[in-house]
């Protein structure tokens, strides 16, 4: 790994312990060492570029100040517009920022807009004397703002409930998933891979994408599963929010567990082991996917405008957007084909089906990865003819067949339990 992500991964892993440590201080200094960890770590990691959260931070609590009964619709408008403006500044001339205020920024954009919906709704339910505790002044917005567990870790609170069982079963599948030697090494990545994927012939260019992908996607699970384990460790484990029947005894209480199933980013093994390109995209960054349905498609107004995720949200690379407009088209010929032909087989003829499909769909994603991994327009789209296409042409052919014999769209098919996942199902749609 880069000297960037060994920092990063550094950063993560010491978050645990310091969340244990929490547990058991005074709410005091809890609120203010939680407070200052965070920007010590900003700070750290980010040097001068802080300045860019920070600017986003007063500015929000700004306009929580000035408008708490419309701040939610206000927070977007300004955290994504300084998100589009952060994403531009190599563009503008600007100093580009490191990976490090990248993650802090992002991390910002997620928790200030929720904090801007939660003080909107107490105060159009006329709780105000709650909401007032939210708005005191940039103060406790930098307290809250810079908390180290949302900074680099995703969002929770300190508390004092027991949490290291569940977080040894959530940080068990980070070893194997870190052990992938030699492959960002050995395998040519953004500048280096320009002069060098096109030499190989054909089917060395095609198996290139397998462990291009496989390295992409084992960090993020390392990365994502530390990150997990620091809010478990921070995390209160209170329970449910709704209003349930007390335990019966104080021993049944004693002995009640929670399984943090709020806390989690990643299913490893539903990625990896789902059958549809649908799943296997609901299984990735569940709790952004969770944040955008409840924060903008649900509540946020003029709705229609943002009804697709701003794809500035990972940057402005022409690669991104050539690997996301591909995504459309999968969807469209796996769910056309699929309603065509699967029903129409044997349990047997299904079975072989399913593998086959998740074979397919675990191609598609590497040939995906690769606009992520190349950048550029031009990169991506000579290695892309390189391999002839391959993915767009299968999809095209598979899109038309399913249409020849009657599939109809992904919306309207009725999707069997079977072809579903060949991992357990964790996810429900809402």
């Known amino acids: ?29 809890k609120r203010w060492g939680a407070a200052a960890v965070g920007l010590g770590l900003t700070l750290f990691t980010c040097g001068p570029h802080t300045l860019h959260s920070l600017i986003t931070i007063l500015g929000t609590w700004a306009l929580i100040q000035a408008q708490p009964c419309s701040c939610h619709a206000l927070a977007l408008a300004w955290t994504f517009s300084y998100l589009l403006f952060f994403r531009a500044l190599g563009l503008l001339g600007l100093p580009t920022p490191t990976p490090f205020t990248n993650a802090v920024q992002l991390l910002l954009t997620l928790k200030l807009v929720s904090l801007a919906s939660e003080v909107q709704d107490l105060h159009l339910a006329q709780r105000k004397e709650m909401a007032s505790g939210f708005s005191k002044g940039p103060s406790l917005g930098l307290l809250y703002s810079y908390c180290y567990v949302g900074i680099m870790t995703g969002d929770s609170l300190p508390g004092s409930r027991a949490s290291l069982r569940p977080l040894l079963r959530r940080a068990w599948p980070a070893p194997s998933s870190g052990c992938y030697p030699g492959c960002p090494h050995t395998l040519p990545a953004g500048g280096r891979a320009r002069g060098r994927l096109l030499r190989p012939p054909l089917p060395a260019r095609l198996f290139y994408m397998i462990p291009v992908f496989f390295a992409f996607r084992m960090r993020f699970y390392v990365a994502w599963i530390a990150a997990e384990c620091g809010c478990i460790a921070a995390r209160a484990g209170g329970g449910p929010t709704l209003q349930c029947p007390p335990p019966s005894s104080p021993e049944k209480a004693a002995s009640l567990e929670y399984d943090y199933e709020t806390i989690r980013n990643i299913d490893c093994y539903g990625t990896d082991f789902c059958v549809r390109v649908r799943d296997g995209m609901r299984y990735w960054n569940m709790t952004v996917q969770w944040w955008l349905a409840q924060y903008i498609y649900k509540s946020a107004p003029a709705r229609s405008y943002v009804s697709g995720e701003p794809r500035y949200w990972h940057g402005l690379h022409p690669g991104y957007y050539l690997s996301f407009l591909t995504i459309p088209l999968c969807l469209s010929a796996e769910g056309c084909l699929e309603s065509a032909l699967r029903g129409r087989l044997s349990p047997g003829g299904q079975k072989a089906w399913d593998w086959v499909h998740w074979f397919l769909k675990m191609r598609a994603y590497d040939y995906m990865c690769m606009g992520f991994v ?3 327009l031009g990169d991506t789209l000579r290695y892309w003819a390189s391999v002839y296409f391959c993915v767009h042409i299968v999809a095209v052919a598979a899109l038309l067949l399913g249409l020849a014999l009657g599939g109809g769209s992904p919306g309207r098919r009725k999707t069997s339990p079977q072809a579903a996942s060949l991992a357990p199902e964790k996810l429900r749609e809402e």
């Open 374 to 376: 190349l950048l550029s």
């Open 1 to 29: 790994m880069s000297p960037e992500e060994w920092t990063y991964l550094v950063v993560l892993l010491i978050s645990i312990p310091i969340g244990f440590l929490f547990k058991k201080a005074g709410p005091g200094l």
